[in-house]
């Protein structure tokens, strides 16, 4: 990887992530919710600092953003901004955005409350699981009415979906160790793939 001045800027970038992620696993560790030893912690949090890292590199790189404003690379990731041509403007309006993000919370506590409030079934759990997945692609995915299924856009879906079940296993007392192994496997295969897949279209053309 060419140490550009992109590959600069996200390197200092992913120093403040570091601190983040180690402060982050070191609060889940010494609370007892992930049983690790403490000297784990060092280790544990280069993996979303990398991981941030090569995801922000390769699509500014692709992208040919300069501007290193994160918020700026996440409207642009989402196609939230820039284009002023028909199709963008035949699209989903941000506000629409918004109110998917907003259900997505507030079903999300709804559930949570519910769970923590009664006790209710398992299927309810799936049941807005698959709710907040349907929300979250058409937050993500969709674009001028067409799905558009990208590796920095499945990274980012993957990631809010992990987070989302790992906060409900926090939240009710589950198992989370198993259940952040499986997603980390699951996220590795899957990311995996469609890196390979991208790689292999990238020849012959690139729609974006």
Known sequence: MKPDFIFKEELWRSIPVYFVSFLAIGVLIL????PLPLSTTFLLALIPAAVHFLVMVRYRRMEKLTDP???????HALRLEGHEDNNTK???????????????????????YASLSFSINQIFWLL?????????????????????????????????????????????????????????LVGLVSIGILYIWEKRRAPAGNDR
């Open 31 to 34: 609370g007892g919710i992930l």
């Open 90 to 112: 035949q699209g989903r309006s941000i506000a629409g955005t918004a109110v998917d993000a907003i259900l997505v919370v507030a079903i999300f506590l709804i559930y949570l």
């Open 69 to 75: 404003t994160i918020t700026n690379i996440l409207r």
């Open 128 to 184: 807005a699981l698959v709710v907040i997945s349907i929300l979250l692609i058409r937050i993500i995915f969709v674009e001028c009415g067409k799905y558009r299924v990208t590796f920095v856009r499945w990274v980012a879906f993957f990631l809010i979906v992990s987070m989302i079940i790992l906060l409900r296993y926090l939240v009710l007392g589950g198992p989370v160790i198993p259940a952040f192994l499986g997603l980390v």
